[in-house]
C-alpha cells in the first residue's frame, strides 16, 4: 500500500521560531510537492522538487524554503513563522512527469502559529 | 491565481440522489484530475481524464471534460452517507519538462442519510 507520511498531525509553534515539516514517501516517486490549504483558497503550492537536492517555487514561495538530501523525504521550513502561516500543511508525491499522473497525499500537518 | 472554480462551493443532497460538480478553468491543459478529501485529511486521487478524452466512468463516477467550454463536471451516482466530502478539480499542464498541477478550492458535499 503506497504511502506518504507527514512527521506531526498537529504542531502549535510561537511567532519567531524555526519550524520543520518533514514529509516521507515509500514509493520511490521522483517529484514532491507541498502546499498549504486555507479556507475559500483551496489548495496553493508552495515549493515542489522533481529530484534529489532540486528544488523549484511554487505560488507562494516567501517564508519558506525546502530540503530534499533523498529521494524518499522532503522537509518544508519556516524559516521564522509567523501567525499568517497558521494553515494545514499537505505533502504530495507522484511518479516522474512526462505521463499523466495522480498525486499521492499525506495526511497533513495543522501548524498553528501563536 | 487559481485554475480550476469548482461550482457550487457546497452542495446538500440526500442519501441515494446523484451530485453533480464542475468545474471550470482559463487555460489549455494535458489531463484534469478529480480528487477528494474527508474532513482534516489529505487528498485522494479518484479519477483522471485526459485533454482528448470526453467521459470517463469509474465505479460510481462520470466525468465529462469540454476542453472548448473549458469545463469539467464529476457524476456522483447513487450517493451515500460516506461520500461525504469536499471534492476538487485539478488541471494538469506539462510545463518545461514538469507536469504543473493547480487545484480549485473545492466542493464541500453532505450526503444526508
Known amino acids: 500500500d503506497v504511502k506518504v507520511t507527514q512527521s506531526s498531525r498537529y504542531l502549535v509553534k510561537r511567532t519567531g521560531e524555526k519550524v520543520f515539516l518533514e514529509c516521507v514517501q515509500d514509493m520511490d516517486h521522483e ?16 515549493y515542489f522538487s522533481y529530484d534529489v537536492k532540486m528544488k523549484e517555487k511554487g505560488d507562494i514561495p516567501e517564508g519558506y524554503s525546502v530540503s530534499r538530501e533523498k529521494k524518499e523525504r522532503f522537509s518544508l521550513i519556516l524559516e521564522s513563522a509567523s501567525t499568517n502561516q ?3 500543511y499537505l505533502c504530495a508525491s507522484s511518479p516522474t512527469s512526462g505521463s499523466p499522473n495522480e498525486q499521492f497525499f499525506g495526511p497533513g500537518t495543522r501548524l498553528t502559529v501563536l | 491565481s487559481q485554475q480550476g472554480e469548482e461550482d457550487p462551493q457546497a ?14 478553468y482559463k487555460t489549455s491543459i494535458n489531463n484534469l484530475q478529480w480528487y477528494r478529501q474527508n474532513s482534516g ?3 485522494v486521487h479518484l479519477i483522471l481524464i485526459r485533454s482528448n478524452e470526453r467521459e470517463k466512468h469509474s465505479g460510481r463516477l462520470r466525468v465529462t471534460l469540454d476542453t472548448s467550454k473549458k469545463s469539467s463536471s464529476l457524476l456522483i451516482t447513487a ?29 464541500k458535499l453532505q ?3
Open chain 2, 41 to 43: 485529511r489529505g487528498l
Open chain 2, 11 to 24: 452542495l446538500s443532497i440526500q442519501e441515494g440522489e446523484n451530485a453533480t460538480m464542475n468545474c471550470s
Open chain 1, 86 to 88: 497558521t494553515s494545514m
Open chain 2, 111 to 113: 450526503v444526508i442519510p
Open chain 2, 79 to 107: 450517493s451515500r452517507a460516506a461520500d461525504t466530502a469536499s471534492y476538487f478539480c485539478a488541471t494538469a499542464l506539462n510545463s518545461g519538462g514538469y507536469q504543473k498541477v493547480t487545484f480549485g478550492i473545492g466542493t
Open chain 1, 31 to 46: 517529484n514532491m510537492f507541498w502546499y498549504r490549504q486555507d479556507p475559500g483558497l483551496g489548495l496553493r503550492l508552495i
